[in-house]
């Protein structure tokens, strides 16, 4: 069985910082992709971010670009998701998973999670005043 569990959650204050990863001995690019997806209570699910090995390229949703970073650690083995800037609507519970997918139409970017299978729990998020 795959190995891997999210951490790194917890809360934090509008315009706040946190970091989210995800390791274990099971967490591998075999699919070409990893990434990140979110969802809230009573909320579909939300594709957050995309690395894909292929040339190392990232990819982010338009919520949350320019404020969150996407990074794979070899040495670690560690998919992390750094997240500045931090918004109310940004509370979640964060999971990682493998073939993150992406469509982008008319400058928009979307990341397409609904085929994925997070490895962990999840970690949660609370964004709060």
């Known amino acids: 069985q795959v190995q891997v569990a999210e951490s790194g959650g917890g809360s934090a204050q509008p315009g706040g910082s946190l970091t989210v990863s995800c390791t274990g001995p099971?967490?591998?690019?075999?699919?070409?992709?990893m990434g990140w997806f979110r969802q809230a209570p009573g909320k579909e699910r939300e594709g957050v971010s995309c690395f894909r090995w292929s040339g190392r390229r990232t990819y982010y949703a338009d919520p949350v670009k320019g404020r969150f970073t996407i990074s794979w650690d070899s040495a670690e083995n560690t998919l992390s998701l750094q997240m500045n800037s931090l918004k109310t609507e940004d509370t979640a519970m964060y999971y990682c998973?493998?073939?993150?997918?992406?469509?982008?139409?008319?400058?928009?970017?979307?990341?397409?999670?609904?085929?994925?299978?997070?490895w962990g729990q999840g970690t949660q998020v609370t964004v709060a005043s």
């Open positions: 099971g967490l591998t690019f075999d699919d070409g992709s």
């Open positions: 998973a493998a073939d993150c997918r992406i469509r982008e139409n008319d400058g928009h970017t979307t990341v397409v999670t609904d085929h994925m299978k997070p």
